[in-house]
């Protein structure tokens, strides 16, 4: 007679576990209960435990998924191209708008959740903030050209994400949706509006 056979448990790869414990943060905020993620999951709480340790942990991991290495921060590093400085700033603009609509939910669950994230990510590994250093130098990159104006380069940079977050969180967070116009046209517009004040004499 032969054995009988014992079903050995489904192995989820982290993808998995951290898109559905997205899921389930974002639709019942941060105090979700991780029972019902490793239900939705089909896995134990248990097992949930061990790969991650705590539900602190897993909810960090879950939320910070949108901040990871994001496709732009290539093109960002490589520093301005031949282009023109506003082309190029719109399709900046877009991208960032882009990453914004996945991130700001995310940050507003850890937020809400009074979670440290500078003490699991560190102050500069945190994406936003790996962000926010490109986009600064690649400012100064322009200004070393000559193709900007010679200001502060951090300003640029966080003034520059503020204008692309406004819209994004003002959709997710606070519920305003009145401005109809594409993501590419209210980029182009702030940077049109932009332009005037930063372009330098190479321009």
Same mark, same amino acid.
């Given at each position: 007679? @032969?054995?009988?056979?014992?079903?050995?448990?489904?192995?989820?790869?982290?993808?998995?576990?951290?898109?559905?414990?997205?899921?389930?943060?974002?639709? !019942? @905020?941060?105090? #979700?209960?991780?029972?019902? /993620?490793?239900?939705?999951? @089909?896995?134990?709480?248990?097992?949930?435990?061990?790969?991650?340790g705590t539900k602190e942990k897993l /909810?960090?991991?879950?939320?910070?998924?949108?901040?990871?290495?994001?496709?732009l921060a290539e093109v960002l590093a490589g520093g301005p191209t031949d282009e023109?400085?506003?082309?190029?700033? #719109?399709?900046?603009g877009?991208?960032?708008?882009?990453?914004?609509?996945?991130i700001v939910p995310c940050m507003a669950m850890? !937020?809400?959740?009074? /979670?440290?994230?500078k003490a699991h990510l560190g102050q500069d590994q945190a994406a936003p903030m790996q962000g926010r250093m490109l986009i600064t130098a690649w400012f100064q990159a322009a200004m070393d050209q000559g193709r900007i104006r010679d200001m502060d380069p951090h300003i640029m940079a966080v003034g520059f994400i503020g204008?692309?977050?406004?819209?994004?969180?003002r959709e997710i967070i606070i519920g305003d949706d009145g401005l109809k116009c594409s993501d590419?046209?209210?980029?182009?517009?702030?940077?049109?509006?932009?332009?005037?004040? /930063?372009?330098?004499?190479k321009a």
């Open positions: 007679m @032969g054995g009988v056979s014992i079903a050995r448990p489904r192995q989820f790869t982290d993808d998995e576990i951290l898109d559905v414990a997205q899921s389930c943060i974002l639709e !019942h @905020g941060p105090s #979700v209960s991780t029972t019902m /993620i490793a239900d939705r999951l @089909g896995m134990s709480q248990a097992a949930l435990f061990k790969r991650y /909810i960090v991991a879950a939320l910070s998924r949108p901040m990871g290495k994001n496709p023109p400085i506003p082309d190029q700033l #719109v399709v900046l877009v991208g960032i708008m882009t990453v914004m609509r996945r850890l !937020h809400a959740a009074a /979670i440290d994230t204008m692309l977050k406004a819209r994004p969180f590419e046209a209210y980029v182009r517009q702030l940077v049109e509006q932009m332009w005037s004040g /930063i372009a330098g004499e």
